[in-house]
């Protein structure tokens, strides 16, 4: 079992940055790869990025590379999203989730545990 929380969501300005983090709790979290998504009201659940175990491998959706930047520190049991020179869009749902295979996948479909989410708000 592996229990998620984030934080680190806000208010922001455009043009800001944002520092979101998922702690992990629970045996197999150091062992799971960790994906980030967002979400909109009346919209799926979009993918941001995420990291292997050891951090070897990190997609990212193309809409967003060069802005953010996915890390873990496995000694905290912390998974990272920084977030820079945020736009109004990036505003969502920031959600963290493991996958107990190591499996640094893109779809929901392929993570096992999810955190309840951070706001982000980015204004004009």
């Known amino acids: 079992q592996v229990q998620l929380v984030e934080s680190g969501g806000g208010l922001v300005q455009a043009g800001g940055s944002l520092r979101l983090s998922c702690a992990g709790s629970?045996?197999?979290?150091?062992?799971?790869?960790v994906g980030w998504f967002r979400q909109t009201p009346g919209n799926e659940r979009e993918f941001v990025a995420a990291i292997t175990r050891i951090g070897d491998y990190t997609p990212y959706v193309d809409s967003l590379k060069g802005r953010v930047t996915i890390s873990r520190d496995n000694a905290k049991n912390t998974v990272y999203l920084q977030m820079n020179s945020l736009k109004p869009e990036d505003t969502a749902v920031y959600y963290c989730a493991a996958n107990r295979f190591n499996r640094a996948a893109t779809e929901v479909q392929y993570y096992d545990y999810w955190g309840q989410g951070t706001q982000v708000t980015v204004s004009s």
């Open positions: 629970g045996r197999a979290f150091s062992t799971s790869a």
